[in-house]
């Protein structure tokens, strides 16, 4: 089973609300990602999780907070968020760099994110 | 500094009329490319990994080969589901991170 799933799959937010993504896999794998794509554009990296620690923080905004409480869950927490992060917010995992058979990053169907 | 370029950027292919797609890249030590395929408003879709020069991968109508400054996906005969966007990442020594292209929008035409 190749599956990573993300939860909403539609999210429509205020510039005030505070809101949260979530991210699962059950393949085993210790790292996992977030990415943010614009329409026909490709994902751009916004952070990287190996075993469970920030490895990679792509000079992200603050407004965007990752957390990864275990193995299997990665959440992306929203705050304050400008009409310019509306995009596609994809998490995708994988076994980490040196770690594993592949590094073959599989990707979540991505949530569709609209900040009015 | 590790770079992808894929080209074309946008292809139109009759159903049947067979094709390739291009993907060059320089990264410093070369630990994989990959090969996705994104539907609209979807995640990317993994399709190859390839991790050295010779290497040739192959799936229903797709092929994936790799050299040593490029790749590319040979489509054959193909039909109006193979639309998509198709997207080539390279993976270097220094880490997990991917570097992607900036994809080529295929469209095939009954």
């Known amino acids: 089973d190749t599956e990573v799933t993300q939860t909403p799959k539609h999210l429509v937010m205020g510039m005030t609300n505070k809101k949260s993504l979530k991210c699962e896999q059950h393949?085993?794998?210790?790292?996992m990602y977030w990415y943010k794509q614009k329409a026909k554009k490709p994902p751009e990296l916004m952070f990287v999780?190996?075993?469970?620690?920030?490895?990679i923080n792509e000079s992200v905004p603050s407004r965007f907070s990752p957390e990864c409480p275990n193995s299997s869950l990665l959440n992306l927490h929203l705050h304050a968020l400008q009409p310019e992060d509306s995009a596609l917010y994809l998490c995708?995992?994988?076994?980490?760099?040196?770690?594993?058979?592949?590094?073959?990053?599989?990707f979540g169907p991505g949530t569709r994110l609209t900040v009015l | 500094e590790d770079q992808v370029t894929q080209s074309p950027e946008a292809l139109r292919l009759q159903e049947g009329e067979s094709s390739s797609l291009n993907c060059s890249y320089t990264v410093s030590g070369l630990r994989g490319l990959f090969w996705y395929r994104q539907d609209p408003g979807k995640g990317p879709e993994f399709l190859f990994t390839l991790y050295s020069a010779g290497e040739e991968k192959e799936k229903e109508r797709l092929k994936a080969t790799l050299t040593k400054k490029e790749s590319f996906l040979h489509i054959t005969a193909p039909k109006p589901e193979d639309s998509a966007t198709y997207l080539c990442?390279?993976?270097?020594?220094?880490?997990?991170?991917?570097?992607f292209g900036t994809g080529t929008s295929l469209t095939v035409i009954p």
């Open positions: 393949m085993g794998h210790r790292a």
């Open positions: 999780y190996s075993y469970e620690k920030l490895s």
């Open positions: 995708a995992s994988s076994h980490p760099s040196g770690r594993g058979v592949t590094d073959t990053q599989y």
């Open positions: 990442a390279v993976q270097g020594n220094t880490g997990n991170q991917f570097y």
